[in-house]
Nanobody, 125 residues
Framework: VQLQASGGGLVEAGSSMRLSCVAAGHSFSTYAVDWFRQAPGKEREFVAGMNWSGDTKYYRDSVKGRFTISKDNAKNTVYLEMNSLKPEDTAVYYC???????????????????WGQGTLVTVSS
């Protein structure tokens, strides 16, 4: 499977943005999918994730209540809806898929076999 992330850009604090991750070559329905982000000079960190069925979702504490991960199997797309954006959300956001760990949500980047190219989100204060 190949992943294509999109939807990033420059917004003001308090704004909303929706990131998309489209899968080509295979259905998302059998993959766990996470969103990670990496700010300049920092390590890549887990943001949100869901297992293959979508019935288990986790979020990092700093985005709980503001971000929502979802997927549309018909469109083979996973979304990250981001509301009330803060300057500290500024980062390159990556989607990642795992077939090997599809049954649960993993917080570890090394568990994911396939990565999108990343999309930059910049939140101005």
């Amino acid at each position: 499977v190949q992943l294509q992330a999109s939807g990033g850009g420059l917004v003001e604090a308090g704004s909303s943005m929706r990131l998309s991750c489209v899968a080509a070559g295979h259905s998302f329905s059998t993959y766990a999918v996470d969103w990670f982000r990496q700010a300049p000079g920092k390590e890549r960190e887990f943001v949100a994730g869901m297992n293959w069925s979508g019935d288990t979702k986790y979020y990092r504490d700093s985005v709980k209540g503001r971000f929502t991960i979802s997927k549309d199997n018909a469109k083979n797309t996973v979304y990250l809806e981001m509301n009330s954006l803060k300057p500290e959300d500024t980062a390159v956001y990556y989607c990642a898929a795992s077939a090997n760990a599809a049954g649960y949500v993993s917080f570890t980047p090394t568990n994911f076999e396939t990565w999108g190219q990343g999309t930059l989100v910049t939140v101005s204060s």
